[in-house]
């Protein structure tokens, strides 16, 4: 999953994006309220962690103006300011989540999966079709038949993001650019065939029917494929 990072402590900046990378994510960084309203209005990221305390446009504007121009990508409020009247600000404006300095890496990753989660439509506590399951915190999968003993799936990092994009729109078909700019970062070197391959390499792992082609339009998950034991 593609994120934006907004927060203008320079240090923290650096930290959080090395961490939620090692979670898997996708990370773009911004320390500019001006630089980071034009990234979550121009790019596609499926969530987004905005500081209030930016030096040049405050956090809550930055968010009243995405929500004006029904941008509803999820958001997440990382913010020193921990006073309820705040937090009844944030939410007013738009935000879905709030989170207060200093914090555990742990508990924002969690909710940052459970932001997620619910934009998918997914209630659950974990992303799972048929007898496929994410393991999010180890980025491996499993199987689970309904009778016999869990498979494990290991995984490269892309390898977790693909799949997890894919789950978590099963039946929609997604382009090879679309699936691009969920997966990597805005600096990422992509080759042009990338996606096939890592797509040919998941197929491989959960089955040959479980990712259709649709000829000149993309790929889709099929979940009648992950019904039966592998």
Not at 40 to 50: A, F, M, Q, R, S
Not at 83 to 105: C, R, S
Not at 143 to 157: F, S, V
């Amino acid at each position: 999953m593609r994120l934006l990072l907004i927060e203008d402590d320079t240090t923290l900046n650096q930290e959080l994006s090395q961490q939620l990378r090692k979670h898997g994510f996708a990370v773009d960084s911004e320390k500019s309220g001006v630089n980071g309203a034009f990234m979550g209005e121009t790019e596609p990221y499926d969530v987004i962690i905005l500081d209030l305390g930016l030096p040049d446009l405050p956090g809550l504007d930055v968010l009243s103006q995405w929500r004006n121009k029904h941008i509803a990508t999820p958001v997440l409020i990382l913010t020193a300011r921990g006073a309820w009247h705040e937090k009844v600000e944030g939410f007013k404006a738009g935000a879905d989540d709030y989170l207060t300095k200093p914090f555990h890496i742990e508990e924002l990753i969690v909710r940052l999966q459970a932001l997620i989660r619910r934009s998918a439509g997914i209630n659950n506590t974990n992303i799972t079709i048929g007898e496929l399951s994410l393991d999010e915190p180890t980025q491996s999968a499993h199987w689970q038949p309904t009778a016999g003993e869990k498979q494990d799936i290991q995984l490269t990092g892309i390898e977790f993001r693909l799949l997890r994009y894919f789950m978590l729109h099963p039946r929609k078909i997604l382009s090879a650019s679309h699936l691009l700019e969920h997966v990597y970062d805005f600096d990422d070197e992509k080759e042009s065939n990338v996606i096939q391959v890592y797509i040919n390499r998941l197929r491989n792992r959960i089955g040959k029917e479980a990712i259709c082609t649709r000829r000149g339009q993309g790929y889709y998950l099929n979940p009648d494929a992950l019904q039966s034991s592998k």
